[in-house]
């Protein structure tokens, strides 16, 4: 959730032209250029390494906490991470492992037969606990916790500024409880902890064959209230939220804040909308849809 100067993209030839420039030796038989990522463009090589190329300062210094990070979850767990096989000096990039499967969309989870949506759950219950039982100490000094009180001004800023003429007055009153309830929330975090920072559905991946899960882009690594981890998983559902969650074994409290934290977040995300136009506001405002009941008029 970092935000800073972002370099201009460099496009899919731009980042090849840097690819070869800073590693001549390279070869591959096929290449995919993805730009879907909020901070990174992504070139895809033989689907066997991953050239992952930072766009912000920020996201450059966090490689070698990302590889320090993914060195300690290798074999800690069953699900798959991208390890790192090496950063260029400057840091313009950076070589991943290439994690197999597709994208675990909600759809994507419920079609699974129960006892693979089993194997989902506890894969990513295990890995969590891993992630969670590293010494933030592997942060760079600087890094900023992952804390909705840091930015919560500016998205109630952008929300009073840009949103009335994009939500009814129902769901702008949904919005204002939202960000009316930040310091209540804040008040109830537990000891803070490494996490991930951005469990979703982009960055998780299920390998239907190997029937194992996987979890890429570890670039928002910070410190924070466990349930952060969990936010994003009430889009499959509050069933798939409790049934992680009882397998993490988590803290009493650690479903109703990863609920409220996804309630923020879906507001956030509309409101970085305003700012990015990385997406269209109809896809912005999906979580927002899925996270929040509007009453009926």
């Known amino acids: 959730m970092a935000e800073g100067a972002k370099d201009p993209p460099l496009g899919e ?34 689907d066997r390494l991953v050239v992952r190329i930072p766009n912000e300062e920020h996201y450059r210094r966090m ?7 993914l060195d300690r979850l290798g074999g800690s767990a069953r699900a798959a991470v991208p390890r ?40 990513l219950a295990e890995l969590l606990v891993a ?10 000094s600087g890094t900023p916790s992952w804390s909705v009180e840091e930015e919560g001004r500016e ?7 840009g949103l009335p003429g994009l939500l009814s007055a129902a769901e702008l009153r949904a919005v204002e409880s939202i960000l009316a309830d930040v310091p209540a929330l804040l008040a109830l975090a537990p000891r803070a902890v490494l ?3 951005d469990v979703y559905e982009d960055h998780l991946l299920w390998d239907a064959e190997a029937r ?11 410190t924070g209230d466990p349930a952060i981890d969990f936010a994003e998983l009430g889009d499959y559902g509050p069933a798939f939220l409790a049934d992680v969650a009882r397998r993490y074994g988590g803290d009493a409290g650690l479903i109703d804040r990863a609920e409220r934290y996804g309630r923020w977040l879906a507001v956030y995300l509309m409101t970085d909308h305003l700012v990015s136009r990385k997406t269209s506001f109809a896809v912005a405002r999906i979580p927002f849809d899925r996270r929040v009941r509007i009453p009926s008029a």
């Open 212 to 222: 194992r899960l996987g979890l890429i882009d570890f670039s928002d690594l910070a």
């Open 63 to 69: 490689l070698e906490a990302e590889r320090a990070v």
């Open 13 to 46: 030839a731009g980042a090849v032209s840097l690819l070869r420039a800073v590693r001549p030796d390279l070869q591959w038989r096929s290449l995919r250029y993805a730009d879907d990522g909020w901070d990174h463009e992504v070139l895809l090589l033989d």
């Open 131 to 140: 992630i969670h039982a590293i010494d933030p100490a592997v942060l760079p």
């Open 195 to 197: 996490v991930h920072g």
């Open 84 to 123: 790192v096989r090496w950063i260029a000096p400057d840091r313009r990039l950076a070589l991943h492992d290439f994690v197999p499967g597709d994208a675990l969309t909600p759809a994507r989870l419920a079609g699974l037969p129960s006892r693979d949506r089993d194997a989902v759950a506890d894969q």
């Open 155 to 161: 998205v109630a800023r952008l929300a009073g500024a």
